[in-house]
C-alpha cells in the first residue's frame, strides 16, 4: 500500500523520515504526540525556527485517524496577500481572463490535515479570513458562490510568541483562542545535546555517507557543545558543508566552521556550571590531541609524554560536560606542542593523571 501524500506549496514531497533522539524531552514529545494523535483536536506547535515543528506535526498526523488521507503544508510567510483566499479556498474557473480553476489548500487537506506554518506571519486581512474558515470549516472558491463544507484538521505552527502578539494587537485574541488549547511545544536542539549524536548518524545516513565516513570524537563533542541557533536545520547544513570540504573520510574540527570548532577557553558561563573536573578537561584535551595525529595513539602519547595506559583511561572517561571541549580545542589554538613545550596547566595536570595512573 502507496503512503499518504504530503503536499508543500502546491508540490508533492516525501516524508523524510520519525523524530530522532531518545533524550527525555524527546521522549516526553513523542508521548504528547501519540496522546494528541487519537484526537481530532486543532493543534499549536510552537517552537524555534529549525526545530522541527513540521515534523512534529507529521508525526501528529501519522498517529491520527487521517494518516490515510493527505497532509498539505503551508508557508503562511510566503503567502501573498492579493493570493491568499485563492491559495487557501481556491478559484473558480474563468474567474478572470486566463484563470483555471483549483481547490485550495483547504480542500486538497480534506480528509486529512493541512499544515499552517508561521501563522503568526498571517497579516490581519489573512487573519480574519482564516478565522471565518476555522469556525465552520466550510469555504467558498473566488468567484464562486457555493458553499463546500472540508473535513480537514489544522494544525498550526509559530516561532512567534502569540500571547505577546495578541497583548500588542498584532494577533488577533479570537483567532489565537480558536488555535491554541492543545499546544505541543518542540524544544530547542540545545535543550536536547545527548540527542546529537544520533542526528549526526541520520543525517550521515540521509546524505549517504554512513558507510564511508565517521566523525571524529573531538569533532562530535565540539557539535555538542555548540548552542545551534538553527536547531537541528542548521545541524544538517553543517554536516553537508563538513562532507563537501572535508579532504578524508574522517570528520575533524578542523571541518566545522570556527565558532563551533573554536570557542573561547572560558565562557561567561561559570565553572560550576560545566562541571570542569580535571579528568574531564584533559580527557577532552586527549582526544583533541588524538584528532590531530589522525588516531596513532603512539604519537598522541609521545605528544602529550604520557603512558598508554593513561591515554586510554582518559579516552574512556566519560565527560558529564560536553561544552568544556571548547576549552580543550583552545589549548589546541596553534601547533601540536611538542612534549617538553605542553602548556603548563595542561602538562601538570597529565602529568599528574599519569602518575596517579600509574599508581
Known sequence: MSRPSVVRNGEEVTHVGLLVGQSPVMQ???SQIARIGRTGFTVLVEGESGAGKELVARE??????????????????ALVETLLEAELFGIE????????GRRGKFEQADGGTLFLDEVGDLSATAQAKLLRVLQDLTVE???????????????????????????????RADLYYRLSGVDVVVPPLRKRRGDIPA????FLHRY???????????????????????????????IERALALSSTTTLSVRDLPREIGRWPLMEETGADALDLTLRAWSSRYVR????????????????????YHTLQSLLEFASPAPAMAAGAEALLHAEIPRPARVGTAAGSALACLDQSAGE
Request: with cysteine; proline share 3%; aromatic share 4%.
Open 60 to 77: 501528529i498526523h501519522e498517529r491520527s485517524r487521517r494518516s490515510r488521507g493527505p497532509f498539505v503544508a503551508v508557508n503562511c510567510a
Open 28 to 30: 516526553e514529545l513523542r
Open 288 to 307: 583533541l590531541v588524538l584528532d590531530r595525529c589522525r588516531g596513532n595513539k603512539k604519537r598522541a602519547c609521545d605528544t602529550l609524554d604520557i603512558s
Open 208 to 238: 549517504g555517507y554512513s558507510a564511508t565516513v565517521v566523525v571524529a570524537p573531538a569533532a562530535l563533542d565540539a557539535l555538542i557543545g555548540y548552542d545551534w541557533p538553527g536547531n537541528v536545520r542548521q545541524l544538517g547544513r553543517i
Open 93 to 100: 474557473e474563468r474567474t478572470a481572463t486566463g484563470v483555471r
Open 199 to 202: 542526528l549526526v548518524t541520520h
Open 141 to 171: 472558491r473566488v468567484g464562486g458562490s457555493e458553499t463546500r463544507t472540508v473535513d480537514t484538521r489544522v494544525i498550526a505552527a509559530t516561532n512567534r510568541a502569540l500571547p505577546e502578539m495578541v497583548r500588542r494587537g498584532t494577533f
